[in-house]
């Protein structure tokens, strides 16, 4: 149950809170969908509470299952290593991490032995599990739903228990876990977290929650111009949500694409050095309205002048080989302005080749 009045007694009490927000570390980049709660923790912070972070490196091998129709892909204690290396520098962007109590949950989780994960599970009821949106329409559908699955709200309560939260933050679809954790500290005599619930923000395909799964995500540390270029192609629809959840600044919608180049160069600026929205601005401007390739393209230093082209692609940052050759078969891919098309193609190099990947990566190379 959620009780209003309880959230509001607590904030005018004068008692400094303890304010929980967790994030699984199932991809590398945090992107513009994070910012949305940890906002929200940073009006707390500001309001003189205690930002307790989870780093949900034992639940990431997991998958939160809120809101999704599909079984997450298992990831390994390395993936989730690898994947949270920056993540306090991603979240250090808009929450305070100095003045914040940073936990992994790995802390407690992986040190419970089976009579103390047994004695959890008796706190809830499978019924109360399955009763979830998300579950009830995979059992219909006769899609497979894991026993770790039915785990994971548990756990993410008892995070709640370990770090004795006054309140969570979450994403809407993040309801069902938020209330499991007010139940397993009422269960262990404690006194219930209060619940905070944010909008999801759509992607840039402007139906789906924005998530690196269905690749439509903003990320916190992609480069000036492709950040600015992704805010451009978001859907006119969500330009005022967009100002709303992810700004200070209120916009009326006179001209549509006006109000995005304001939009896309303030976001670009909230995440990067003093004037790169307003130089991302003039290369975006450059490169769709004049057809002009950007005045400032960085180098990449190749480990030869003859490489597969797929590997060259890996140097440039793309993250694996099955997204390289998918960018590559889609036409995404030019050097000097010629499309390369051939997944098994060797490129001899020179200096001062472009490389273009998207639309809005370009690199000068090195050989």
């Not at 009045?5 to 809170?17: M, R, T």
């Not at 994403?171 to 209060?194: V, Y």
């Not at 924005?210 to 270029?229: H, Q, R, T, W």
Request: aromatic letters at 6%; charged letters at 30%.
């Amino acid at each position: 149950m959620v009780i209003k009045e309880h959230l509001e007694s607590a904030l005018k009490s004068g008692e400094k809170l303890r304010i929980k927000f967790g994030i699984d570390p199932t991809s590398p980049d945090l992107h513009l969908g994070h910012t949305v709660p940890l906002r929200k923790l940073r009006q707390f912070q500001d309001a003189g509470h205690k930002a307790v972070l989870i780093i949900g490196d034992f639940t990431a091998t997991i998958g939160d299952p809120s809101g999704r129709s599909e079984t997450r892909k298992p990831l390994t204690e390395e993936d989730v290593r690898v994947n949270m290396e920056k993540y306090l520098v991603q979240a250090g962007k808009i929450i305070d991490i100095k003045n914040c109590e940073v936990r992994y949950n790995s802390e407690w989780l992986s040190k419970m032995d089976f009579r103390e994960l047994q004695t959890l599970m008796t706190q809830f009821t499978t019924q109360q599990l399955i009763e979830r949106e998300d579950f009830h329409n995979r059992i219909a559908q006769h899609k497979p739903l894991w026993m770790s699955e039915l785990m994971y709200p548990i756990l993410q309560a008892q995070d709640s228990v370990m770090v004795k939260a006054d309140i969570e933050i979450g994403g809407t679809d993040q309801k069902f876990n938020l209330l499991a954790g007010r139940a397993l500290m009422e269960k262990s005599n404690m006194s219930p977290q209060d619940i905070v619930t944010v909008p999801l923000l759509e992607g840039t395909d402007g139906v789906r929650k924005m998530s690196k799964s269905y690749d439509n995500y903003i990320a916190l540390n992609a480069e000036p111009l492709d950040m600015f270029g992704k805010v451009m192609a978001i859907p006119d629809e969500l330009i005022n949500k967009y100002y709303e959840l992810l700004t200070d600044f209120d916009r009326k919608i006179d001209d549509p694409r006006e109000s995005k180049l304001e939009l896309a160069k303030i976001i670009v600026d909230l995440y990067n050095e003093n004037g790169a929205g307003e130089r991302a601005k003039d290369e975006f401007i450059k490169l769709f309205s004049k057809h002009e390739k950007p005045e400032h393209i960085d180098e990449l230093k190749t480990s030869n002048n003859e490489l597969e082209i797929v590997d060259l692609l890996l140097q440039a940052g793309i993250e694996s080989k099955s997204e390289a050759r998918r960018l590559i078969e889609q036409g995404g891919v030019k050097i000097n302005d010629a499309v390369k098309n051939d997944i098994n193609e060797t490129v001899k190099l020179k200096d001062n080749d472009i490389l273009q990947i998207g639309k809005r990566r370009f690199f000068k190379l090195k050989t």
